[in-house]
C-alpha cells in the first residue's frame, strides 16, 4: 500500500501502528489488520495536507502527530483536524522543514531549510508562541537544519548543513547557551550532520 519507494521518515504511535513519510504521501500502517486494510494513505487530495513530500514525524505528548513537509510547512494532525503552519500564516520562517522533535513541557522544535531552529508552543496565541533562532540572531553555526535530538536534560543537539553539531542549553541566554562542535574543533570528519541518536549514557 506504499505510494512511493522513496520512505524519507518513519515513526512507530504509542498503538504500534507505523506512520510513514514518503515522497507521495502520509501513510498510516495497521500490521494488525488484513494486508489490504491495514495501509492508510494520506495525501492533499484526501486530507489537509498541504504537500504530499513528507521530510520527517514527530508525536507530542498529547498523541497529536506532527509532519514537517518540503514546501507545505509544518502540519498538525488530532486524528480528525489538519493544521497547517507556513511562513504566510505563522511565525515559521521557512517551509521547507527537515526535523521536528518534541521536548518535556511539549514544545515543538523544528530544523527549518534556510531559516533556522524554531520553538514553537501552540498552547499559545499563534503569533507569540514562535522563537526562531538564526545564524544572525543566536550562536546557531548554520540556517540549514538537518537533524534535531533532545536529551535527558533538555539539551538540544542540532545537525546542521556545512556548520557542524550545535549543543544548545535554552535554559542559558545568550551566546554562552551554545557549542560548536565541527571539523576544526572535534574529530567530526564532517560539518554535515544528517541524524543524531541519543544512547541510555547521555
Known amino acids: 500500500g506504499l505510494p512511493d519507494n522513496y520512505v524519507n ?3 512507530v504511535d504509542k498503538s504500534g501502528n507505523k506512520w510513514v513519510g514518503t515522497g507521495n504521501g502520509l501513510v498510516k500502517y495497521d500490521s494488525t489488520k488484513p494486508e489490504e486494510a ?9 486530507s489537509g495536507l498541504p504537500d504530499n513530500y513528507i521530510n520527517s514525524i514527530a508525536i ?17 494532525f488530532d486524528g480528525t483536524n489538519w493544521t497547517a503552519y ?3 500564516n505563522s511565525g515559521l520562517p521557512f517551509d521547507n522543514i527537515y526535523s521536528i522533535a518534541i521536548d518535556d513541557s511539549n514544545d515543538k522544535w523544528i530544523g527549518t531549510m534556510f531559516g533556522g531552529l524554531v520553538k514553537f508552543d501552540d498552547t499559545k496565541p ?21 537533524s534535531i535530538a533532545i536529551d535527558a536534560s533538555s539539551i538540544k543537539w542540532i545537525g546542521t548543513d556545512g556548520g557542524g553539531l550545535a549543543k544548545f542549553n535554552s535554559s542559558i541566554p545568550g551566546e554562552t547557551a551554545w557549542t560548536i562542535y565541527n571539523t576544526s574543533n572535534s574529530i567530526l570528519p ?13
Open 60 to 76: 507530542d505528548k498529547n498523541n497529536v502527530k506532527w509532519f514537517g513537509t518540503y514546501w507545505g510547512g509544518l502540519v498538525k
Open 126 to 146: 499563534k503569533e507569540s508562541g514562535w522563537t526562531v533562532y538564526n545564524n544572525s540572531n543566536s550562536g546557531l553555526p548554520a540556517d540549514y537544519i538537518f
Open 190 to 202: 564532517n560539518n554535515r550532520i544528517y541524524s543524531i541518536a541519543i544512547d541510555k549514557i547521555g
Open 9 to 11: 521518515s518513519i515513526l
Open 38 to 46: 491495514a495501509w492508510t494513505v494520506y495525501n492533499t487530495s484526501n
Open 86 to 88: 507556513t511562513k504566510s
